[in-house]
């Protein structure tokens, strides 16, 4: 027998569903969105822009070192996290989180009569609290103030996507039967029904320069089509131009009736993708370890699938196959227990860990990757010991058969963070390891030095080595964009120039 399954969506603007220009139709002709580039990457020097603002200064100076992504087109920390900041205000959690917003953030802040509180959810390891942005008293859609505070009421992360400096008209030039005509423009099936909301809504649209507002309609059609499945579109209709702005079938249909699907598992984490003065990324994690009822590794996009359908238990750990994160000279990497469903499940490190231990295991990961594709050769393929924090110095890093990077100091950041670094240290081993497998022996410091400086420079392609090294300057350790230094002419009373670290 052949039935249909009907899966409704979740969520509108689903991030992966087809996009296409503004105005135009896609997919099958009846879809419309105003969403042009919904794969941009941060930009670095608009982010290092918003970064060094008097606004954003001002609040590391008080509060200590947080990372930041900044919504490029308003302006606002759109996700940021950092070291914990306590709130000095009794009350529920609605009440601490805009005692925070108005105290902390009050620079980025909009009118609070602006500020509407959605709800809060008391999590296991932290709270969450949202608010969205209001207008002349209309919604911004889109619009979201979370936070996240734990249960000993610090903040923990919070994203400011709000808006400001909107100048909209609020009362709107077409009535909800303008709009609902137009809503059902270019639709293709029969429809059945149409409704619309009415509470309008403000749409912020990114355009190239900044964001234009909207007054919008929100309607939602009903459709069937002729093999009887239904549509449900939900649409934006401009409450002064009649343009429809969006429009997406809530009803995604798939024939005839599939088994389960496999477990699909997508590991990531967010991470410095090259170093601390670059924005921060979230990343796939490559060869972590899974395991259920035996352990194996997710491909090098982080990516597994495992056969049979879920739910089963995992343990996914940052014990990878090329790569063990610990913490101080620790014994456990850190590790995330879950249920796995059929189907795609996305795991994310950044709520059982920190930017550090995602930053260095990547990079160990990544030279080990590039050592191998370079020169064919398997003496690398260890796990290589990530030892992230080491109290007891700082500004340094060194090889000892694990690679070992020092804790953040007043001078230097935590050194994990700089993936120069990790090349670095992993060349030592490299040194170490693969002369060994050749029975031979590599014993010149200096030399050393030079070849795991190349590991750096062979992945970055920059002859700057260590940029984000130091808190006060975004200047590496060393440089190789001068003269070459050349053996026997260029002995300097000792063997050759010696480096550090
Ligand atoms: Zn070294």
Not at 1 to 18: E, N, P, Q, R, Y
Not at 96 to 102: E, M, P, Q, R, V
Not at 263 to 287: E, R, S
Not at 469 to 497: H, W
């Amino acid at each position: 027998m052949k039935t249909t399954i009907l899966l409704f969506t979740a969520l509108l603007f689903v991030a992966g569903s087809a996009i296409a220009g503004n105005g135009s139709y896609a997919n099958n002709g009846e879809e419309i969105t105003f969403i042009k580039n919904n794969k941009k990457l941060p930009d670095q020097y608009v982010q290092r822009y918003f970064r060094s603002s008097d606004v954003w200064k001002k609040f590391t100076l008080k509060n200590g070192k947080w990372y930041v992504e900044f919504d490029e087109l308003s302006g606002s920390p759109h996700r940021a996290f950092g070291k914990p900041i306590a709130i000095n205000a009794a009350g529920n959690l609605q009440t601490k989180a805009l005692h925070f917003l108005n105290t902390e953030l009050k620079d980025y802040m909009i009118a609070a009569n602006d500020i509407h509180f959605v709800g809060s959810t008391v999590g296991e390891k932290l709270n969450y609290v949202n608010f969205v942005q209001y207008h002349k008293g209309k919604e911004v859609l889109f619009s979201s103030l979370t936070l996240r505070i734990s249960h000993n009421d610090k903040v923990m992360m919070f994203g400011l996507d709000i808006y400001k400096d909107m100048d909209i008209n609020v009362n709107p030039a077409l009535s909800p039967q303008d709009a609902m005509s137009k809503a059902v423009q270019g639709l293709v099936s029969k429809i059945v029904n149409t409704g619309y909301n009415k509470e309008l809504k403000i749409l912020p649209i990114p355009e190239e320069d900044g964001y234009v507002h909207r007054l919008v309609y929100e309607v939602t059609v009903h459709t069937t089509n002729v093999d009887r499945i239904p549509g449900k579109y939900y649409t934006l209709i401009d409450a002064h131009t009649g343009e429809i702005v969006y429009r997406q079938n809530q009803v995604l249909s798939c024939t005839p009736p599939q088994p389960p699907p496999p477990i699909n598992i997508q590991v990531q984490g967010t991470l410095f993708p090259t170093h601390p003065y670059d924005p921060f990324a979230v990343i796939p994690l490559p060869y972590v370890k899974v395991t259920t009822t035996s352990s194996v590794y997710t491909d090098d996009q982080g990516q597994l699938i495992l056969a049979g359908a879920g739910p089963v238990s995992a343990t996914i750990s940052l014990e990878g196959r090329w790569c063990k994160v610990v913490f101080d000279n620790g014994t456990v990497a850190p590790s995330i227990t879950t249920i796995l469903n059929s189907g795609s499940n996305t795991i994310d490190f950044d709520s059982v860990t920190d930017i550090k231990h995602l930053t260095a295991y990547y990079h160990i990961t990544k030279v080990h990757d590039y050592f191998k594709a370079k020169t064919g050769l398997t003496v690398m393929d260890i796990q290589m010991i990530a030892n992230v924090d080491v109290a007891g110095s700082s500004c340094n890093a060194y090889y000892n058969g694990d690679c070992n990077f020092y804790a953040e100091s007043s001078t230097c950041n935590s050194i994990a963070l700089v993936g120069d670094v990790a090349y670095h240290e992993y060349g030592h081993g490299i040194n170490y390891e693969a002369y060994q497998a050749y029975g031979a022996n590599f014993s010149s410091g200096s030399l050393g030095e030079g070849y795991s400086d190349l590991w750096a420079m062979g992945i970055t392609e920059v002859p700057e080595i260590g940029i984000g090294f130091y808190k006060m300057s975004q200047n590496g350790i060393r440089s190789y964009s001068g003269a070459p230094k050349v053996y026997p002419d260029d002995i300097t009373g000792q063997v050759l120039e010696k480096y550090k670290p």
